[in-house]
């Protein structure tokens, strides 16, 4: 019995082995980039030389006699900190050797970093950015029905409620570092939903990792991000007109709390000129409760417009919306993180203001 089945283990072991030699022609990529780079009129000659178990070298020749080559690497997710690995690794590369990652997909974060550090890329669906030389070639807007769902899920998404909740809590204090079952037990979330959060920012390269605990190091693009994403989807809002003035009505939700236990939450302009006064106003931002909205548009004498309002009523998609709210100066206000999502898609200067807030209320935690 023993014999039999060691045989049977040698024989499950090499077919793993030609499997994983197979897998390692990398023959698809092989195709995917020649069509890309013979399909431009500069190039004159193209030919792969050897393949490397990261991917393949290419041998490029264009039309005025210039001979470079391609470092292609193939990816199976191109997240932002695999990229700078690369990179990190082909600082010493040959002068003539061009960098490329091939992947099924390159997200919009992706996208930039190659762009900086001059990296190229193409991706199954024929997306790409090639430019070296006199070469270049630029294609976006290919759907892409391969893409993992892995690489598109976003924990800056509105669904995504713990992962928000997370975040939040990590930038009360920006200076400080998490332990992820201190985080779980802050937040009162498993520890493997903080680990989820943990595995997306390493793999977009924003926190370090220590043995004191994680710490987000690149707070400015990682809020940029939350709003870009945060922001293509509109909450339940009314906007309404008062004939009252910005300040009165202000007033008014101060004595509305106090006579009709009615709680809300500033935002907008009206609640981030409480942390960074950098902009004038003419029309407040406020959260209310959805069942509470009515009897608050009562009190505070407004109705519902079309066009010209003055106050912007929004009912909050989630209790993470309020979390880490203040009193300041009498008035209840949203967070910071929370007025900063909200000010970067408002007309005007809301990114003006976001960017204070970032500033003195968000990253001066580690700037000091």
């Not at 499997?19 to 092989?30: A, G, H, S």
């Not at 907008?268 to 003419?282: C, D, I, K, L, Q």
């Not at 009912?315 to 009193?327: A, L």
Request: proline share 2%; with cysteine.
């Amino acid at each position: 019995m023993t014999i039999i089945t060691f045989t049977v283990i040698m024989g499950f072991t090499n077919l793993v082995k030609v499997v994983i030699k197979m897998k390692l022609n990398f023959e698809n990529e092989k195709e995917l980039v020649g069509r890309k780079i013979l399909s431009i009129p500069l190039v004159d000659n193209y030919e792969v030389e050897k393949t490397t178990g990261e991917g393949f070298v290419s041998r490029v020749e264009l039309e005025d006699g210039y001979l470079f080559y391609m470092d292609v690497h193939v990816l199976k997710d191109a997240f932002p900190a695999k990229i700078k690995e690369l990179i990190d690794n082909s600082a010493n590369r040959v002068r003539t050797h061009y960098l490329v990652v091939v992947a099924p997909f390159i997200s919009e974060t992706s996208y930039l970093l190659c762009e900086k550090e001059k990296v190229g890329f193409i991706d199954h669906a024929g997306n790409c950015l090639l430019r070296y030389h006199s070469l270049y070639i630029s294609v976006s807007g290919n759907k892409n029905p391969k893409a993992s769902k892995r690489a598109l899920k976003s924990i800056f998404e509105k669904s995504s409620t713990v992962s928000s909740l997370i975040l939040r809590t990590i930038l009360e204090d920006a200076r400080k570092s998490w332990k992820l079952k201190k985080l779980s037990e802050k937040v009162g979330c498993s520890i493997g939903q903080v680990s989820k959060v943990k595995e997306f920012l390493i793999n977009n390269a924003w926190i370090e990792v220590t043995s004191e605990g994680i710490k987000i190091t690149d707070i400015e693009t990682v809020m940029k991000e939350w709003a870009r994403v945060y922001n293509g989807k509109r909450e339940t809002a009314y906007e309404c007109y008062s004939l009252e003035h910005i300040a009165n009505i202000e007033k008014k939700l101060e004595r509305m709390k106090e006579e009709c236990e009615i709680d809300y939450y500033l935002t907008g302009f009206s609640g981030g000129v409480r942390y960074a006064p950098v902009v004038r106003y003419n029309k407040l931002h406020v959260y209310i409760e959805p069942q509470d909205i009515k009897e608050a548009m009562k009190y505070l004498g407004c109705k519902e417009v079309e066009s010209g309002a003055n106050l912007s009523i929004i009912e909050p998609y989630d209790d993470c919306v309020i979390k880490d709210s203040r009193i300041i100066e009498g008035s209840h206000v949203a967070s910071p993180v929370q007025i900063y999502l909200d000010c970067m898609r408002l007309k005007g200067r809301g990114e003006e203001l976001a960017n204070a807030i970032l500033a003195k209320e968000i990253k001066q935690t580690n700037d000091t």
